[in-house]
């Protein structure tokens, strides 16, 4: 297709337009592939360490929850440690694709409104930018949990691949949604940010799902970020993910899809008037 022809179709709407700009931004995976890598490694150009950084700050974060918060879990050995060490990497990409959502229109609006891409290689330069350090986190985390005793349980674990691609499948809705609606409505970047301050709370992340009840149990159920970390975080932990969250994160994928597919449908043709 030809840039004039990706341009007209870029100001066409409806959902056979949208499913449509999907499908040429995936086929342009090596631009926002290199996109998002680039963005990543100039975060850190400057600095000493480098990429490097990303694992410091990830085993800043777990050493210093297993220490001072393991004596008041209901776990033995490094066993709070490994809990932290696998669902804080999932629960940092969980939340930076909505941080990355609302912006991911906004911040590239120079190329929007010069350029003929597909919107959709916004959204997947954003979901990428977002899982490159997720990779870096949990290979970290693999190596460390295998040297404090940790070993694999087999076949459970292997229901880690779907988990980690149902989460990337939702993260693509998610922040096609987030980038049309932080587009429009301004305020929205702030009530995630906002909202992103309590995740850390209210997502069984420092403390245990399984040893809680009450109000904190039920927060954790209608809050979708539970589900998502769970069916991660159970195998990789050696056991099958609550049932509860095995409906419900599949069932939160397609509500996000369709919910995006019509958001965008809807504010797709407006969209460089906004930016």
């Known amino acids: 297709m030809t840039p004039a022809q990706i341009f007209s179709a870029k100001n066409a709407s ?12 995936w086929s342009m995976r090596a631009v926002w592939r290199t996109f998002a890598w680039d963005e990543i490694q100039s975060r850190y ?3 000493a360490l480098g990429l490097a950084w990303i694992v410091l700050s990830y085993l800043m974060f777990a050493g210093g ?6 004596g008041l879990a209901n776990s033995e050995g490094f066993g709070y440690f490994h809990y932290i060490a696998v669902g804080y990497p999932v629960f940092t990409l969980l939340v930076g694709n909505l941080s ?35 990779a870096i986190q949990i290979t970290a985390a693999v190596v460390v949990l295998l040297l404090t005793g940790w070993r694999p349980t087999l076949p459970v674990i292997l229901l880690c691949v779907p988990a980690l691609l149902l989460i990337l499948a939702t993260a693509i809705p998610l922040q096609l949604c987030l980038g049309f609606l932080g587009a429009r409505y301004r305020d929205l970047q702030h009530l995630i940010a906002s909202v992103q301050r309590l995740l850390i709370f209210i997502t069984p ?3 245990i799902y399984e040893d809680t009840s009450g109000l904190r149990r039920a927060l954790a159920i209608f809050n979708p970020l539970t589900h ?3 069916v991660f975080r159970a195998p990789m932990l050696g056991r099958v993910p609550p049932l509860e969250s095995m409906v419900i994160a599949p069932a939160l994928t397609v509500l996000t899809w369709l919910l995006a597919l019509f958001v965008a449908a809807r504010m797709r043709k407006n969209l460089p008037f906004w930016i």
């Open 205 to 207: 992340v420092i403390w």
């Open 228 to 230: 998502y970390l769970e």
């Open 14 to 25: 409806g959902i056979r337009a949208v499913l449509r700009d999907l499908a040429q931004g």
């Open 100 to 134: 990355e959502g609302c912006w991911v229109f906004r911040g590239a609006s120079s190329w929007i409104q010069s350029s003929s891409m597909p919107y959709s290689v916004y959204v997947f330069k954003g979901v990428a930018r977002s899982a490159f350090p997720f």
């Open 45 to 47: 150009r400057r600095s």
């Open 65 to 70: 929850i297993a220490l001072f918060f393991g």
